[in-house]
């Protein structure tokens, strides 16, 4: 018995999501745990610190999610899995439907908890926009599960993987996309993998303040993010809206600046396990759903919040 995990790789390395996936299949008590993945790869991509025993590697860099979904299944095949897991990212969710079709497997997208197997195999999902929590029972032999970025955490050991080469037959292309590459090159931190991440809305009044919000991410080492209203009118990029009609986030501290807390936000932020609101509206809805609420203006709050920043990141 088994587990295999599939793994992306960025510069030759397994990302932040891929590590967690492999820390949660190492945590499942189910056999060794191996990794396949596809293109350059450094080492063993740092994966035998978070539970790989073996990393199964093709060389092959641009494959589309059914060649990809075709390879998983035979790596799985090969390993004698029986459950496979992925991070519910992009390719996950493009790679992990079409590995269920091909291994007749049950699955599970977006878990936040191990299985629990004391009574069958019932794994545990977030539903209608992280309102209400559902126990769905596996009752296939095979299974597929991905889980939710950062739900459950990196878990660091002192293990080593092998690497072995895989040569299976990924089969013709069917879609004209081959890969798929971030827009962002200056190393900024992709929101579904950052710790902390610093969001602000129309409260902000305009593009042109938004440096105390980028200063105050530099601080932290955090992501920026914003509402959806903030890019829709321009002020920031597509690719920093947050909320349900966004990107769904659940970082470990998310500091909300000038957004009123509208349904639709809240619903993509809500699995944060910290949340700071800053608003100058003490009616504002976003103060129902924060761990900590400052009331005042942003632009008078945020001068002292970055010199206390500094100051405990100094020390």
Aim: aromatic share 6%; with cysteine.
């Amino acid at each position: 018995m088994s587990v295999l995990v599939y793994t992306d790789l960025h510069d030759g390395k397994a990302s932040k999501g891929s590590l967690e996936a492999l820390s949660y299949a190492s945590k499942m008590n189910a056999g060794d745990v191996v990794a396949f993945c596809h293109g350059t790869l450094n080492g063993d991509g740092g994966m035998g610190a978070f539970g790989a025993t073996k990393v199964l590697h093709n060389a092959i860099e641009n494959l589309d999610a059914g060649q990809i979904a075709k390879m998983v299944a035979d790596a799985a095949s090969q390993a004698g899995a029986d459950v496979v897991v992925f991070s519910h990212d992009n390719s996950g969710k493009a790679v992990a439907p079409r590995v269920a079709v091909r291994m007749n497997a049950g699955i599970v997208a977006g878990a936040i908890s191990l299985p629990n197997t004391s009574a069958g195999y019932v794994v545990r999902k977030s539903v209608f926009s992280g309102k209400a929590m559902a126990d769905v029972s596996l009752k296939t032999s095979k299974k597929v599960i991905s889980i939710v970025p950062n739900s459950f955490g990196l878990h660091r050991t002192d293990g080593t993987a092998s690497v072995e080469a895989f040569n299976g037959d990924a089969g013709n292309s069917s879609v004209k996309v081959r890969s798929f590459k971030p827009t962002s090159t200056d190393g900024a931190i992709p929101l579904p993998e950052a710790d902390i991440v610093v969001s602000a809305g129309r409260g902000m009044k305009g593009p042109e303040n938004w440096g105390p919000i980028e200063e105050l991410a530099s601080i932290f080492g955090a992501a920026t993010a914003c509402s959806r209203p903030v890019a829709d009118i321009g002020w920031r990029p597509h690719h920093e809206h947050v909320g349900q009609t966004g990107i769904a986030i659940r970082p470990t501290l998310y500091f909300a600046i000038g957004i009123s807390g509208a349904i639709q936000h809240l619903a993509g932020v809500n699995g944060s396990k910290v949340i700071v609101v800053i608003n100058k509206d003490p009616e504002a809805p976003f103060f129902k759903a924060a761990d900590y609420g400052i009331v005042g203006d942003a632009f008078e709050v945020l001068p002292m919040l970055i010199e206390a920043a500094k100051s405990f990141k100094s020390h």
